[in-house]
């Protein structure tokens, strides 16, 4: 599913990091952690294309991310990657059902029953005409998760996602995003600094300055 071989980057100063070795299958959900500083989230943006590593590539179902024109990685990120951020990124000028959307419109797919479906998946039946602003962090979460899956993306990103959010919404928000990425079949790497959060994984990495080992 994500192969990331080699890979290395640096800013203006020395490596963030460098010989970054990974790989995920699909299904699998499996998290990522290191000291704050280490390039977790350098690593994510690296992997989804958000930014360019200095070395190495990064394989989606076996397709070279960084060696394709920019046009061409924006359709392939649009088409095979969810990506849930810590700060939710919900769009405030568009209700909660229009957010969930989102994906699918950029492709060029509207399809109001999968939303409507997602919506219901996370918990959010009846509040789909809502603006963002009438949301508690926890369900501005839950939007977060439903339109990073609802374009049922291979692989999902998730950076932080319970950061902000207090350890009973946080537990329940990760419940939720390892039963739908399982039920969706996709594949997620977990960004966190939470330990009962990287319990919850099927795998546990690390990231060091020496690359990515197994936890
Ligand atoms: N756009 C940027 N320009 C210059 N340096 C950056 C940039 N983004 C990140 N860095 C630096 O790269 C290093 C890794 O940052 P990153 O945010 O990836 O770490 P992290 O492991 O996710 O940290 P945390 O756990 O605190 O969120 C840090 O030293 C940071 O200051």
Not at 44 to 63: S, T
Not at 76 to 97: I, K, M, N, S, Y
Not at 112 to 141: I, K
Request: one cysteine or more; charged letters at 20%; glycine letters at 10%.
């Amino acid at each position: 599913m994500l192969q990331v071989r080699g890979l290395a980057k640096a800013y203006d100063g020395p490596p963030v990091f460098s010989g970054v070795d990974l790989c995920l299958h699909a299904g699998e959900f499996v998290a990522l952690t290191g000291e704050s500083g280490v390039g977790k989230s350098t690593l994510l943006n690296c992997i989804a294309g958000l930014d360019r590593p200095d070395q190495g590539e990064v394989l989606l179902q076996g397709q070279a991310l960084h060696r394709l024109p920019e046009a061409a990685q924006a359709g392939l990120r649009r088409e095979r990657l969810g990506f849930v951020f810590q700060a939710f990124h919900v769009l405030p000028h568009l209700d909660v059902a229009d957010n969930v959307a989102l994906p699918l419109m950029l492709l060029g797919r509207p399809d109001p029953t999968r939303v409507a479906h997602m919506l219901a998946a996370v918990g959010l039946e009846g509040l789909g005409t809502r603006w963002p602003a009438q949301l508690s962090g926890g369900q501005l979460q839950r939007v977060a998760i439903a339109r990073a899956l609802v374009h049922r993306p291979p692989l999902l990103l998730a950076d932080e996602p319970t950061g902000n959010l207090d350890p009973e919404t946080a537990g329940r928000i990760l419940e939720l995003l390892r039963h739908q990425v399982r039920e969706e079949g996709a594949a997620c790497l977990l960004v966190t600094h939470s330990e009962s959060a990287a319990a919850r994984a099927d795998r546990r990495l690390f990231l060091a300055r020496g690359g990515v080992q197994d936890a």
